[in-house]
């Protein structure tokens, strides 16, 4: 495998960025892509959240998060990222025995600062996959919820807080049970 397949490369991922931000902008104007979702998310995912808005919107949150596991832990090469943080692991116990050499130190922080793009690089493929469903989502719960008279989780989040948290907790949980990087 070359250098730039195995770090990745960052055209497709700006190409689906820029498709996802088109999207995003001309949701109210261009009707069919609006009405296309509502179509399909009205009757499965909006009769989830109307049947039981907290536990609709958990089962929602929950099977978006295995998805984003699953596409992130095999759409990027794992092995190459857990490398890449052994060797970060490495370089920060290094960086902590020259803390009082600042001219050492000062090297090894270049070195640590090197990794960031390429880990950049390697965990932002799965964007490729995810962008524009996401996209298409976020748009119709925004909608979804306004209509419903935006509606308050547990008393006092709105939906993208909600949404927020829950997903940061599922995915913790899918990461360390999938082993995902």
Do not use: C
Request: net charge positive; glycine share 4%.
């Amino acid at each position: 495998m070359d250098k730039e397949a195995k770090e990745g490369n960052f055209k497709p991922i700006i190409y689906i960025m820029i498709i996802s931000l088109a999207i995003a902008f001309l949701w109210d104007s261009i009707e069919i892509i609006k009405n296309s979702v509502h179509s399909i998310l009205d009757p499965s995912i909006g009769a989830l959240i109307m049947w039981n808005l907290t536990i609709g919107m958990s089962i929602i949150v929950f099977l978006i998060s295995v998805f984003m596991t699953l596409v992130q832990k095999y759409a990027t090469d794992q092995e190459t990222l857990k490398e890449m943080k052994k060797e970060q692991k490495i370089l920060q116990k290094e960086m902590d025995t020259y803390k009082n050499d600042p001219a050492k130190l000062m090297e090894l922080q270049k070195k640590s600062f090197a990794f960031i793009p390429k880990t950049f690089k390697l965990s932002m493929r799965a964007i490729a996959y995810t962008g524009i469903p996401l996209i298409l989502l976020f748009r119709w719960f925004m909608d979804f919820f306004i209509t419903i008279g935006d509606p308050r989780f547990l008393g006092f989040l709105n939906w993208f807080w909600f949404y927020l948290l829950a997903s940061i907790i599922f995915s913790s949980i899918l990461k360390k049970y999938l082993n995902v990087v």
